[in-house]
């Protein structure tokens, strides 16, 4: 296969969470002969970048979460918000721009949310920034406002609604916090692409304080409201400038 190839391939791999596959093909790629130094520079960071994922969850314990961990179960390689308990979960450790990619399940009506550069405390939606977590199809939920819908930074932008998964199926997210600038990808289709000081210029769309949006930096978390959903494959990647 051509080198150019090979590395549009790799490349759409990690983008679409395959980073093993994508590493072990950059790795034949790169132990070739005679690939032309230009594509074996490419196929390098690429390679660096893809071996620079965290995972956030040890598939079998609380250990890297505080906060509610009673709320949830930890096994099997997944993380359930239990029903009629939840709570508030954040990541021990704090990160300012990163790519988090993760996996959710939702149940019939399900509601969560997905704290980012958040506190430890306070409510995540205003002293942080939530992403909603939510079954978009529940008819509970018809008369939301947009930013209130699956995807939305709460309050302040709305997503892009219509590809999620069936209820019960597993749903592939990617959220990108880079500066002021946030994107989220839901199953392979962009439904956030905003700029944050554009977004809160003159007030945020719900009419209240946000303090939150000009952090820059705080815990990852899952944010319960008694709701069963489950999550697995979180890992982080953060973003070095140079």
């Known amino acids: 296969m051509h080198a150019q190839r090979i590395l549009e391939l790799a490349h759409k791999l990690d983008e679409n969470q395959h980073e093993v596959y994508a590493r072990n093909l950059l ?53 359930h918000c239990t029903a009629g308990t939840g709570g508030n979960i954040y990541s021990k450790d704090q990160y300012g721009d990163f790519i988090l990619r993760f996996e959710f399940k939702l149940s019939p009506g399900s509601n969560n949310g997905l704290g980012l550069r958040t506190p430890s405390s306070g409510d995540a939606a205003y002293a942080g920034m939530e992403a909603q977590i939510l079954d978009d199809s529940a008819e509970k939920w018809a008369n939301l406002k947009p930013y209130q819908y699956h ?27 880079d500066g002021r600038k946030v994107k989220i990808v839901l199953n392979g289709h962009v439904i956030i692409d905003a700029d944050l000081d554009a977004a809160s210029r003159g007030g945020t769309i719900d009419g209240r304080d946000h303090p939150g949006l000009t952090r820059s930096s705080g815990h990852i978390g899952f944010l319960g409201h008694g709701d069963a959903v489950a999550f697995r494959n979180l890992r982080i990647q953060p973003i070095v400038h140079n």
């Open 27 to 79: 790795d034949a790629l790169l132990l070739t002969p005679g690939v032309p130094e230009k594509r074996r520079t490419v196929a390098t960071r690429l390679r660096q970048r893809c071996g620079a994922w965290k995972s956030l969850f040890d598939g079998s314990s609380s250990e890297g979460w505080i906060g509610d961990v009673d709320g949830y179960q930890f096994s099997n390689g997944e993380i």
């Open 151 to 177: 995807g939305s930074i709460y309050g302040v932008v709305p997503s892009r609604r219509g590809f999620q998964k069936p209820v019960g199926e597993w749903n592939q997210q990617e959220v990108r916090c």
